[in-house]
């Protein structure tokens, strides 16, 4: 209908909303191996919101996945597309919430929640590309973006239904009031020294002691402080490599264990008392992570060992109960698993109200990316301190993103560019889209051959 | 391969994993509207398990969703295909069980839940649709087959991850012990007497004041001591509206309320106290059911008035911690949200071991149809009892079932033919089928012709 369409226009809108199958094949090296999970895909179901202001911008963002179903994902992103299509840029990026409730709020696809799993992923796909696109249009990393926005502005980003009974509105301004105070210093000491990180990738659960013990080594000569050990298949085996991990590393190094919620509750008493010798310094999933009072009852009995939970947990709710039972004692918040930003200042606004330390999942496919932003901000204007925090860390795949997190020992260096850092290389994308990448189609070619 | 494909198969397979979208458009005549659902197109995701067996049988099941995301539903199904095809029908259906655990084990598609919303609603409907054909080929109704089980070999049917802390196989074994007790002579009463059932029919939220109160006479006429409204959106309505249903209906029909999740838990405590001079006989979903000490504190505030949820809660972990916390006087099982028959058997058995009455979810497509089996296996071989137990009852879609359910002076009838009566009728999947059934092609057409 338009008559002149190169033209830039004064009120852009969202003119398509892209979806990819991304898979990466990592099972071939057992990267990414735990109790639960012995041969993940990583994978991720990626959307790019494109717009007709011809500013070259876009707002990515993804949910990652292991692998089999992430067509349902992204699925369920095109399930998305009708509500942001036609959306004015200006507006969405004034309001990223306004998205987040509209999505979270389709009664009908509500119902395939409410707010948990596939449906939930999706929308916080779809709420963090918002945010992307919103901060590239400010010209700042995500990060700084939100350590500089309005409280109040903050405050009405967030959906504070089921949570106003612990925490409301004036509570939540009141921390990110207090969280602005000293704020400059902060991000000077952010720039300079990074946010620290600790290290998964020594122990992934497929590895041979050999290859722990040395990678295990590598992490504290890079200058990483906590490393983490997969846990739960076998505990004769768990015994033994927490052994040489605690030897390889010396004692001031903290070593964490997780189990990826293998356990009920007795077992996830028993093994991480059998592991206790060895000083882990948390226990991280010791159960499904719907079980709030099931992690509330561990974090009693095992003691000092500290209880750790969050990759897995589906929303704001799960998490507001499990501080109101002091059933953790670090929350590990992930970018890519509940309804996005929004919903993510929530659960940092719930951690700081009950003054629990998080100390976000990342890894996978991108979630390092993302997640840097969410903690920066938590220091420079919420929290503001690092200590007993620390973001995850896994060195892999993070070649195939424009902005890669960059590391400097130990420590997560903040982000410069503008945006969420959550953009895909071109050439990545087409080399492992699924199943018509060309490393896919090489694969299956490959396997043919064989037969 | 095989020579002889006409011959029946002596170890016949799963050769055909079928699947449907199914959509009615019930947002027409705002039948099921609520306070979260005002537009409901009430839709199934069908799966049709088939086999080389040629006895003409097949296992049916599916998952209910309100419309927008049925195609999501259809997604996950199919991401089940590969683990059922080329099963032993003999092996499934002497262990459904197995179907069950692989399924929810798939560590891949786990990562989507873990057990809750899309992916798990899934499992479900294959592991219906996998008991449903394990029902006909020893031809008996569900609910008979369940009672006539033996106890050790239900037990096996259940995975005790994540609720072995306060119900072990042990303690299972114990209750379907003594359930069985008398169990001959429950199954004459529910023969000849059937089921009690409440309506919902009444008391939809977008109905006029006229309509609620023909349709309550109607359900008291018909048999009914209860009945349900709708509330949530408008507390002057809901005043004015629950005054005419009480008078309507006269002080000896219990009335249930439901609010569909609409509130946090101090607005449905403070809501939930203006009705109660209407003497509601429960509150149901009165805040998201993820909110288990949510509940646990409006059941504290509201009583006498009794706390309802169940049909949005996601799997047994949180039912288990509803009743750990003595959050709910009323668990209302669904029988396509969780993971099928085999998670609800473990919820009944939780429901047992708590003493807490359940009163299932029904209404949708075909809930009410799948759910009467399990609320009468509880009767006759498990709970023993009906006292304070009604199966919801709405009274719409039931023409598109093989066997809808029939209703007999406000009881539910046992059903008599095998199976878990979970059979659409053929012609209502032709008309139906989204996009591409006739209806919604002559939908199209006319929207096409107006413009």
């Known amino acids: 209908m338009s008559p002149t369409p190169q033209v830039p226009s004064t009120d852009p809108r969202i003119i398509a909303v892209d979806t990819y199958d991304i898979r990466f094949p990592t099972s071939r090296e057992l990267d990414g191996s735990d109790a639960m999970n012995p041969d993940p895909d990583y994978s991720a179901a990626y959307v790019v919101l494109r717009t007709d202001a011809h500013d070259g911008l876009e707002g990515h963002g993804f949910t990652f996945t292991i692998g089999r179903g992430n067509e349902i994902q992204v699925a369920a992103l095109e399930a998305l597309r009708p509500h942001l299509l036609g959306r004015s840029v200006e507006e969405l990026c004034a309001d990223p919430g306004s998205v987040s409730r509209d999505l979270v709020g389709d009664s009908q696809l509500r119902w395939l929640g409410p707010e948990k799993g596939v449906m939930h992923m999706a929308i916080g796909a779809v709420v963090n590309a918002a945010w992307d696109l919103a901060a590239k249009r400010a010209e700042k990393p995500l990060w700084q973006?939100?350590?500089?926005?309005?409280?109040?502005?903050?405050v009405g980003q967030i959906d504070f239904r089921y949570i106003a009974d612990v925490l409301n509105p004036d509570q939540a301004l009141g921390h990110l009031r207090r969280g602005r105070e000293g704020a400059a210093q902060r991000t000077d000491a952010l720039r300079e020294r990074g946010y620290p990180a600790y290290t998964t990738s020594p122990g992934w659960l497929g590895y041979s002691d050999e290859k722990l013990i040395l990678l295990a080594k590598e992490a504290v000569a890079d200058g990483f402080r906590q490393v983490k050990l997969k846990v739960g298949a076998d505990l004769e085996d768990d015994i033994r490599r927490m052994r040489v991990a605690r030897e390889a590393v010396g004692p001031d190094i903290r070593i964490a264990i997780d189990a990826n919620q293998r356990w009920s509750v007795p077992e996830a008493v028993e093994w991480t008392r059998a592991l206790a010798e060895f000083d882990p310094y948390w226990i991280e999933e010791p159960t499904s992570p719907d079980d709030i009072l099931g992690h509330a009852e561990i974090r009693k009995a095992v003691a000092p060992v500290r209880v750790a939970t969050g990759e897995h947990v589906q929303n704001r709710i799960i998490f507001k109960q499990l501080l109101q039972m002091s059933a953790v004692d670090v929350l590990q918040l992930d970018a890519a698993r509940v309804g996005g930003v929004n919903e993510n200042l929530a659960i940092l606004l719930l951690a700081a109200q009950y003054a629990v330390p998080v100390c976000p999942h990342a890894g996978g496919v991108g979630l390092c990316e993302l997640v840097q932003h969410l903690a920066m901000f938590d220091f420079v204007a919420l929290s503001g301190t690092t200590e007993n925090r620390v973001i995850e860390y896994v060195?892999?795949?993070?070649?195939?993103f424009e902005e890669p997190v960059r590391m400097v020992a130990g420590h997560y260096a903040a982000p410069r560019a503008p945006g969420f850092s959550a953009m895909m290389r071109p050439e990545s994308i087409e080399r492992y889209r699924y199943p018509d990448g060309t490393f896919w189609l090489a694969d299956e070619?490959?396997?043919?051959?064989?037969?």
């Open 145 to 154: 973006f939100l350590s500089d926005a309005e409280p109040e502005w903050l």
């Open 395 to 400: 060195d892999h795949l993070h070649q195939h």
């Open 445 to 451: 070619a490959a396997k043919e051959f064989k037969v």
